[in-house]
DNA sequence: TTTATATATCGTAATATTGCAATGAAACAA
DNA sequence: TTGTTTCATTGCAATATTACGATATATAAA
């Protein structure tokens, strides 16, 4: 089916889960860490950056703005991305509460 | 193509988009955070618990259970699952180092 | 041995994802 | 206007994912 059924799981199992996927391809990875590292708008060299077509990279791109985890400003011809901080910061705190939950020492297996 | 180019990538960059990955469908997000809730090991009513099918929340858990994030233990007839902490303590590490990059407060979009 | 129970695997259909060539659209330069 | 540059969109092929019925396997119970 290749579809997932999310009306079975809650809406913070479909956040984080939504969140992940984003995470789940390296070139988002490589993008967003991009992003981070010029730790100030970069327009348009992820195509240079990573060793990926325009359209897959504009591809991605979508996706995240999508999501909310960056932004994207016409300048030009060009157009000047940046990470969306606020809403990184929320998406931080719900895959935080899905990571750090509590491993207490009942060992079993 | 539905492949993506990991050669491309760096190590790092790849692990984190395979953990996340897993963390891609809010079914495995529902499997991990019961064995949390639970405690110690559950043998198999998972399936009960989230409302897939049988086959469906196997094939889950094999795929959790090769990046060695849940440890399986056979118990008779059924098999005994739990997280296995020490792979989650370094999944959480190599996570928190791509989640936590310093946002500074240099704004541009 | 036979039966029941629990889980894994196989096979397959439906859908999603990835990547890119070709093309479009929008702003600027000459 | 006519290029030129930059990025988005379209269309499509290759592959991956999801879900589950059918079946296999393995242990335990009767």
Redesign the pocket.
């Known amino acids: ?5 999310t009306e079975m799981f809650t809406n913070e199992q479909n956040k984080i889960s939504m969140f992940a ?1 984003a995470f ?2 390296p ?1 988002r990875v490589a993008i967003l860490q991009h992003l981070f590292k010029i730790d100030t708008c970069i ?3 992820l ?1 240079s950056e990573i060793g ?5 990279i ?6 995240l703005k999508n999501l909310g985890l960056i932004k ?1 400003n ?1 300048e ?4 000047c991305y940046c990470i969306d901080k606020d809403n990184w910061s929320s998406m931080k705190d719900i895959m935080a509460q899905f990571l750090d939950q509590d491993i207490s020492s009942n060992s079993c297996c």
């Open positions: 089916m290749g579809l997932a059924k996927k789940g391809h070139a327009c348009g060299d195509v990926l077509a325009q359209p897959t504009s591809q991605h791109l979508k996706e994207g016409v030009g011809t060009s157009v």
